[in-house]
């Protein structure tokens, strides 16, 4: 239907509701409002000027009417008694409809905004009787051209023509007993109370959700069509290996590995997620997945963010796998070892790569890579697995995630993947003390002697000092500051070396103040957020972060994680002079789960882990955090109902085209 055909819609109405998006009466219905004013009956006494408000009363004068540009306009005055108070009403260009029924002692209720200074009330609407329920208004998103008011008039007059199409399955309507989606879409329009307009926004988010999760559960599947490689192993000689091993695995971690034995032992491809807490030991896991991956004959490649890390895996797989050839690809390497490697790579020669994002590079080309794993997955951008098709391969992919994720996000964002989480720590890991200071003298003394006692027992500490994002002069600033006063406070112990870290500084330089920290010839190392992620300095039993109230928690949480590596008790100290309730949660949870839920509380949804929102997720009703019950409704209902026959019939058709399309484009 075009917008010209309704009633109301002239061409300039018709140019800015395009301008907003709108093209045809389908568009207008399925523009929702993004959220509505429920106006209640109002206490007089509590009102604020210009304020809107809903009041009843009996008319106490005859109305008085001015009419002014030739008749065209007019303001109708009189006063109303509402019982507790009197007061004026004015109404514009209603004369003409409702002058006559206003009479002396008419019980009437009125809506509009109230003005303190002159006791009156401008409405916008008058309906005769009192009140006897709240008036919902709906609220559209607008622009300067046309309001929200004007575009809900449109709407309402819209609403009979147009068909809606409804989505949700008739068996799933009726296991809800879901209201029509006409009448549900008209109730959102134009809602007369809360019951049903509750019940009709349900209707609707669920429908939202339910199509997202088809979709996903939809690639799932179709993903799943024997596109993997196919392997033999025998899983006894991976426990073999992990026999060898100088720990015993968690719980955890022994059920991740068969996941992923599983997932590299069938037809599909895998695509997982292996997400666990810092120090949880994923690392290791990675490592028998390679293995695995070995023992079936492919070439296997572990990808890390930062070179510091990617040579800390490389040394630590070439311990425990000593007969394998092990190499490790870096960006930056002396031309001739980088032919070498990369010749070694080529001809199937390396069985196990380790190396930065060098990996996906162009100059790589691999003999037969049957596994890729990334590490940090969140710091990396989403696209890598794009990188690798395009180099014509398809290998199983295992992502490693330390920002752990709740399981609303779990459930969305990695919705196309299956994942592992590892909750348990290994034995005789102990939680990190956590406490919250100021800057008072007392706090200062009191952080400063725990530094010197961590010091006296041979231990080392990380000072954070935040980025500061709009300068980073500011930030060399705050980090020699720090050094000076630490200097001064410890200068009777000349013997405690503090070295320095920043983003300034060249990855060579880092890295040899790294090596150094890492064999403990610095005692306290001064840092911006550059503490390389993942790298284990056990001996650290202690981190003090500055103006911790610049990080989020999750942040704030990974970094801690740097600190207690080991049985020894170890402490972070937050300072802070502000919003110290919402770091207070670190001081009570040491569980990255419960921390990064927390902090997916309090921010919101969108763009939590830098990684954004997939368009998908703009649901125009739904909101992943505050209707999760029903996202998990819609998640079980979608899974069963994509098995049955109900999911062949046309009307789901659109969801297996566009999930087909979305999945071409990654
Ligand atoms: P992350 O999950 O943060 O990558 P790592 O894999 O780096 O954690 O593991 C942290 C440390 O714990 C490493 O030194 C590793 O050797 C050790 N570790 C891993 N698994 C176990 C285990 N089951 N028992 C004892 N120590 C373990
Ligand atoms: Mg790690």
Not at 293 to 306: E, R, V
Not at 308 to 315: E, G, K, P, Y
Not at 316 to 323: F, M, T, V
């Amino acid at each position: 239907m075009q917008l010209g055909e309704i009633k109301g819609i002239g061409l300039t109405t018709e140019k800015y509701l395009n301008e907003l998006g709108i093209y045809t009466g389908e568009d207008l219905i399925n523009y929702y409002p993004f959220r509505y004013e429920i106006i209640e009956k109002t206490n007089i006494d509590d009102l604020k000027d210009g304020d809107k408000i809903i009041i009843d009363g009996t008319i106490e004068s005859l109305p008085n009417v001015i009419y002014f540009r030739g008749k065209n306009k007019n303001k109708m005055s009189f006063t109303l008694n509402t019982g507790d108070f009197i007061t004026k009403i004015d109404i514009f260009n209603r004369a003409n409809y409702i002058k006559d029924k206003l009479l002396i002692g008419t019980q009437i209720t009125v809506i509009g905004k109230y003005d303190r200074k002159h006791n009156s009330i401008t409405a916008s609407d008058i309906k005769f009787g009192l009140i006897e329920k709240t008036v919902i208004e709906p609220v559209y998103h607008s622009s300067f051209k046309i309001n929200s008011t004007k575009i809900s008039k449109i709407i309402k007059k819209t609403l009979d023509k147009v068909k809606v199409l409804d989505y949700i399955p008739k068996s799933i309507c009726e296991k809800y007993n879901f209201m029509d989606k006409e009448r549900a879409v008209k109730i959102i329009h134009n809602p007369q109370d809360k019951r049903s307009l509750n019940k009709a926004l349900e209707r609707l988010k669920y429908e939202e959700l339910f199509n997202f999760m088809l979709k996903i559960n939809y690639l799932k599947n179709s993903k799943k069509q024997g596109d993997g490689l196919e392997r033999k192993v025998d899983y006894k000689k991976v426990t073999d290996f992990i026999e060898t091993l100088p720990f015993e695995l968690t719980k955890d971690q022994d059920k991740s590995i068969q996941d992923i034995y599983n997932d590299l032992i069938s037809k599909n491809r895998m695509n997982r997620l292996l997400q666990g807490d810092v120090g949880s030991g994923k690392t290791v896991v990675a490592f028998i997945a390679l293995y695995i991956n070995y023992l079936s004959k492919y070439q296997g490649a572990l990808m890390a963010p930062t070179e510091i890390l990617a040579q800390q895996h490389f040394n630590n797989i070439k311990k425990i796998l000593p007969s394998l050839n092990i190499v490790l690809l870096k960006g930056k390497m002396k031309a001739k070892e980088k032919r070498e490697t990369l010749e070694q790579i080529e001809k199937g020669q390396a069985n196990i790569i380790i190396g930065t994002h060098a990996l996906i590079s162009e100059d790589v080309t691999y003999k037969n890579l049957g596994l890729v794993i990334t590490d940090e997955q969140h710091r990396f951008g989403v696209n890598q697995r794009g990188n690798l098709k395009n180099k014509g391969i398809n290998p199983d992919i295992l992502y490693m995630s330390a920002t752990p994720i709740p399981r609303t996000y779990a459930l969305t964002l990695y919705g196309d993947m299956d994942i592992s989480s590892i909750k348990t720590m290994p034995n005789g890991r102990k939680p990190v003390e956590t406490i919250l200071l100021g800057s008072s003298k007392e706090d200062i003394n009191k952080y400063l002697s725990m530094m010197l006692r961590e010091m006296k027992n041979g231990h080392q500490i990380y000072a954070v000092a935040p980025l500061v994002e709009e300068s980073e002069k500011i930030d060399l600033k705050n980090v020699y500051e720090i050094e000076e006063n630490l200097k001064k406070a410890f200068k009777k112990f000349p013997d405690y070396k503090i070295g320095i870290i920043h983003g300034k500084m060249k990855p060579e330089e880092k890295d040899k103040v790294m090596k150094e920290f890492k064999d403990n010839k610095i005692q306290i190392l001064i840092s911006t957020t550059v503490i390389e992620v993942g790298v284990d300095v056990e001996n650290a039993t202690m981190m003090i972060i500055y103006d911790s109230f610049r990080f989020g928690l999750s942040a704030l949480h990974q970094l801690r994680g740097r600190v207690g590596r080991n049985d020894l008790d170890s402490y972070c100290v937050l300072l802070s002079d502000k919003e110290t309730k919402r770091l207070d949660v670190l001081t009570k949870t040491n569980d990255g789960f419960k921390v990064s839920e927390e902090d997916f509380k309090l921010r919101g949804g969108g763009d939590i882990f830098g990684i954004r929102q997939s368009g998908d997720m703009n649901f125009k009703l739904a909101d992943i955090k505050n209707d999760f019950e029903l996202l998990l409704k819609a998640k079980e209902d979608s899974a069963r109902f994509i098995k049955s026959q109900e999911f062949e019939e046309d009307i789901n058709k659109h969801i297996k085209e566009e999930a087909l399309n979305s999945s071409n484009q990654d």
